[in-house]
């Protein structure tokens, strides 16, 4: 159990940098494009990406005894 958990940290925080580095992008690009379609766009990008997170940290989380 403990090989898992050790395993899964550094992919934890590859993860966050990288969501880290989309939003930032996303936020420019946001300010850069004034059109609804690509805030739209963005946003339910952001959406699904902040979704597939949530998802991913609930099944990565240890089960509660």
């Known amino acids: 159990m403990g090989m ?5 940290e550094p992919v934890k925080v590859v993860t966050r940098r990288v969501l880290l580095v ?5 936020r420019v ?3 850069m494009m004034p059109d609804n379609l690509g805030r739209w766009m ?3 990008i952001f959406f699904m990406v902040t979704r597939l997170v949530s998802a ?3 099944v990565t989380a240890p089960p509660p005894l």
């Not at 898992?4 to 899964?8: A, D, G, L, Q």
């Open 22 to 26: 989309v939003v930032f992008t996303g």
């Open 4 to 8: 898992v958990s050790s395993v899964m």
């Open 56 to 58: 991913m940290e609930f």
């Open 29 to 31: 690009y946001m300010v």
């Open 42 to 44: 963005v946003g339910n």
